[in-house]
């Protein structure tokens, strides 16, 4: 496994996807091209893994991202002579326990442990130490497809229908193991040397039985059954895709407002307003996807995900395409070696992480079966 | 859109630049006039140029005991506080028993003049309703210390239901003008109350289900789905339901109340709570069979054909694919349930 990762070529090509787990998939839907037979609890069996890596190993470069609980760092793991390129996601056990999201923590970790998909962001391994829980993950050096959305102000139809469709499998992938992702949005895409979207931020991903409660994920994004403490499940996925979708069309979001309330009161309401420019069938599935009916949104219903994948906004793709990234990107990313960080924003000035108290015995035993 | 995704990249890329320079709406970093729309747009884009941040409320696994909180009031009092609720769009959606758990829940708070409710920035947890007196509510906007008045409250207006819903900092400042008596409630209160109830609910529906022959064959997912959107109708005493002869489409389970079934005037069955009838709506639309009239007043909760098939397609070929992995699963351990020589015995029943 260990040489396995150091063996990959730049840009973490990764497991390449062939053909033949597109093959796998063909018995379940006839334009399904997602392998659904990965559910087995565990690693997938070709999934690389680094079994306990040394937190001292890891040489710390430039921060790549902050979130609420912690950074991530592009950096290099050197074991011996051995060099891999990797990011690692700091997060501060002070933090987590503070509000109380211990689990979230927990799935996040177990949950990309497990999974192994083209566009969702690899996870080689874990370590901790007394102050952060690390993870350790493929560094994707494309940078945030954020900054290319609001640099761009808006993306095209081709463009969006690009991104769109490569959304769509991962969330096709993920449901096909009960997974929910919960926090779809720009801010949580990263983009390959080539292009391609790697789906990152698993923070508020659950493995669901039928449906859950705790409500989260970013305000512009959330289903109304999240707002209205109705318990969720794989519907509120398709709902922030329809989201995402207007989100790139427009440079906005659908239910934008100054303050949260405010975009709770707009997805409530049900009303949608479409500028100009949207064409007749990006509306028509915008609108089937932003629809607080849980018996009318699309992707959940008995045609499942097939219903999406059909609509006329996707008449010209083609999935095994998509799958196999045959399409070349609209976005190319402008980066000159595997560790090169100039596509993410300059954090150099910021100040240390800063842990809010030391933990007791007691508070390390929450993350002794992390 | 023209132009095929199979343009070299560059071009591709200059495409798409020049597409953004052509297009009429103004961008993140460009001024153009001063009308209102722009002026608006650009107050967008400035704060849409910063990373949304993920909220999350505590986490709620389902398992907790609730124990009702009751916070004795008078029937004014509650009334005064359901009106309030109510005109608040995130208590628009709840059904009667969710309402009245929060407002039994809902608790009295003294504050003197001048003293500061909530503080902007601050994390909260509290939703209030102002019972008597007056608040002021102050913004402090970023890069300036200065407060400014933003808001007025007076009796029977409230603030502060965004903690309600999970841990976001205060957007405002709200200071008491003169002594005031309010009512808050709580976020894990709200919540606790907001997941015991819907799941409550549930569950009942889906054990009223269970219930149900025609529907046996469901697995527990689809069951759970079919719950979720039951619709709850009300019937005053000595109302007809469904009436024999007519089109049937909507299948029926009794919540609360009586009623019973006639056919040509003679009464053929009773129906108390978790009893059900028109299930063959589901199949088709032959006509009814019966009158059902309500003895008492009534609370059914009905699915209708269409929104079934929509969900979980045909009940016909739900019930046929059934009967085929029943009988494959036979075939395969050639023992049928009825020559099996016992059930395993249960394990014992979790409290």
């Known amino acids: 496994m260990f040489n396995k990762i150091f063996a990959q070529g730049p840009q973490g090509a990764g497991a390449s996807p062939g053909k033949s787990r597109s093959d796998a998939g063909k018995d379940q839907h006839a334009t399904s091209s997602v392998p659904r037979n990965l559910s087995t609890p565990g690693s997938p069996k070709h999934k690389a893994w680094l079994d306990n890596p040394k937190w001292a190993d890891f040489k710390l470069g430039p921060i790549l991202g902050t979130g609420s609980f912690g950074r991530v760092h592009l950096a290099h793991y050197q074991p011996q002579s051995r060099n891999l390129v990797c990011a690692t996601k700091s997060l501060s056990k002070a933090s987590i326990l503070k509000t109380k999201q211990v689990i979230h923590v927990k799935q996040e970790k177990g949950i990309l442990q497990r999974l192994d998909f083209p566009f969702i962001v690899n996870l080689f391994g874990y370590c901790q130490d007394d102050k952060c829980v690390h993870l350790v993950l493929e560094y994707v050096n494309g940078g945030e497809f954020f900054t290319y959305l609001r640099s761009t102000g808006r993306f095209d139809e081709q463009t969006t229908r690009f991104y769109a469709s490569q959304v769509l499998l991962s969330f096709e992938y993920l449901h096909g193991q009960d997974i929910i992702y919960r926090d779809l949005k720009p801010e949580n895409l990263l983009l390959d040397s080539k292009g391609n979207i790697k789906i990152t931020d698993f923070g508020f991903a659950k493995q669901i039985d039928r449906r859950t409660y705790t409500l989260c994920g970013t305000p512009d994004y959330l289903a109304p059954e999240i707002i209205l403490n109705k318990g969720h499940g794989k519907p509120v996925d398709w709902w922030a895709f329809g989201v995402l979708i207007f989100e790139m069309l427009a440079g906005y979001p659908p239910f934008y407002d100054d303050d949260a309330l405010g975009t709770y009161q707009k997805i409530l309401s049900g009303r949608l307003n479409f500028p100009g420019h949207f064409s007749r069938s990006a509306k028509d599935l915008i609108r089937r996807l932003l629809v607080a009916d849980l018996t009318k949104r699309i992707g959940c219903l008995k045609g499942g995900v097939e219903e999406i994948k059909t609509h006329p906004w996707f008449a010209s793709t083609n999935w095994d395409n998509v799958y196999n990234r045959k399409d070349t990107p609209p976005l190319r990313p402008k980066v000159s070696a595997e560790d090169d960080a100039s596509c993410f924003d300059d954090y150099s000035k910021m100040e240390p992480m800063k842990h809010e108290f030391v933990l007791t015995p007691e508070d390390q035993k929450v993350f002794e079966d992390l | ?351």
């Not at chain 2, 890329?13 to 002026?39: F, V």
């Open chain 2, 1 to 351: 859109m023209s132009g095929g995704r199979d343009l070299a990249i560059g071009a591709a890329d200059r495409k798409l630049k020049a597409k953004a320079k052509s297009i009429s709406m103004p961008r993140a970093n460009i001024t153009l006039n001063h009308g209102g729309k722009d002026q608006k747009q650009r107050e967008r884009s400035k704060t849409l140029s910063f990373r949304r941040t993920g909220v999350s409320a505590e986490v709620f696994t389902g398992k907790e005991k609730f124990e009702k909180k009751v916070v004795e009031k008078n029937e004014d009092t509650k009334m005064r506080i359901r009106s309030i609720l109510w005109k608040n769009c995130l208590f628009q959606h709840l059904d009667t028993e969710q309402l009245e758990t929060i407002v039994d829940a809902v608790e009295e708070v003294h504050f003197n003049e001048g003293d500061v409710i909530i503080t902007q920035g601050e994390s909260g947890d509290n939703f209030y309703i102002i019972e008597m007196g007056a608040a002021e509510a102050w913004i402090s906007k970023p890069g300036s210390k200065r407060l400014e008045k933003v808001k007025q409250y007076s009796s029977g207006e409230s603030f502060g239901e965004l903690a309600l819903l999970h841990n976001a900092p205060r957007a405002a400042t709200v200071k008491a003008s003169t002594d005031c008596v309010l009512w808050a409630v709580d976020r894990s209160t709200f919540r606790a109350i907001m997941m015991s109830t819907t799941q409550h609910k549930r569950e009942t529906y889906e054990n009223f289900l269970k219930d149900v022959p025609l529907l046996k064959t469901l697995n527990n997912y689809e069951r759970a789905t079919i719950a979720d959107v039951l619709e709850p109708e009300y019937f005053d005493p000595q109302q007809n339901i469904i009436v024999e002869g007519g089109k049937g489409d909507k299948f029926y389970l009794i919540e609360e109340g009586e009623a019973e079934a006639r056919t040509q005037g003679k009464v053929v069955m009773q129906y108390k709570r978790g009893d059900y009838f028109g299930e063959l709506a589901l199949l088709n639309d032959a006509p009814r069979a019966a009158t059902v009239t309500t003895l008492t007043r009534c609370k059914v909760v009905s699915v209708n054909r269409d929104l079934f098939k929509r969900l979980l397609g045909r009940l016909e070929d739900i019930l046929q694919r059934k009967k085929e992995d029943y009988e494959k699963m036979n075939a395969e351990t050639a023992v049928s349930p009825a020559n099996a020589p016992f059930s395993p015995p249960k394990a014992e029943a979790a409290v």
